[in-house]
């Protein structure tokens, strides 16, 4: 027999939504490593209560991880599944990926899985990488994509451009974009 949790009086549900309505700005803005202390001030609690009410970060991050990207992955996927051609699709789906790692600091980290305790975020993670291959052999059968090209590869491509967009936080949206132009032209099967 399972036991319902206790139930939160409402000055605690009130602190829990706080919190978690605070994580997602100071998560969005400045990623999944952000302080908590930002998250209390903002959430207008006491760090602690963000442990007694999460037990910590992981647990912050896992009760937040649905709104804050699982949904927006959840869309990308949706919204490339529906290109027809499969090189478009693998070229939409890199391109939706590559420039949510470079507008979203707490997007970028879930790709490059800066959170490894995080439970929710490793099957998040799993999850894309797990569509990435289909598109890609779905490309691939076309002989557009190098047949040489893995899964594996895909993962280290996103990767590496999520520590591009990380490093390199000065540069300009368009030279992001450019620069990942070439990096599929050279995907393309005899370049």
């Known amino acids: 027999m399972t036991t319902d949790p206790p139930r939160l009086r409402a000055d605690a549900r009130r602190n829990v939504e706080g919190i978690r309505l605070a994580a997602l700005d100071v998560f969005r803005a400045g990623g999944l490593n952000s302080p908590l202390d930002e998250v209390a001030r903002a959430a207008g609690v006491s760090k602690g209560t963000i ?32 290109i027809e051609d499969p090189v478009e699709r693998f070229e939409g789906y890199l391109r939706r990926i590559w420039l949510v790692a470079f507008d979203e600091p707490a997007a970028n980290d879930v790709l490059l899985r800066t959170q490894p305790g995080s439970g929710a975020l490793t099957a998040l993670c799993e999850r894309a990488n797990e569509v990435a291959g289909g598109f890609l052999a779905d490309a691939q059968a076309t002989g557009a994509i190098r047949a040489d090209l893995s899964a594996a590869d895909v993962h280290v491509l996103i990767w590496e451009r999520g520590i591009i967009a990380r490093a390199c936080e000065p540069q300009h949206r368009e030279g992001f974009i450019r620069s990942f132009e070439h990096t599929l032209r050279g995907l393309h099967a005899g370049a």
Not at 54 to 78: H, K, N, P, T, Y
């Open 51 to 82: 442990y007694h009410r999460f037990g910590g970060r992981q647990g912050l991050i896992d009760a937040v991880v649905e709104e804050l990207f699982a949904e927006r992955i959840a869309g990308i996927i949706s919204e490339v599944a529906a």
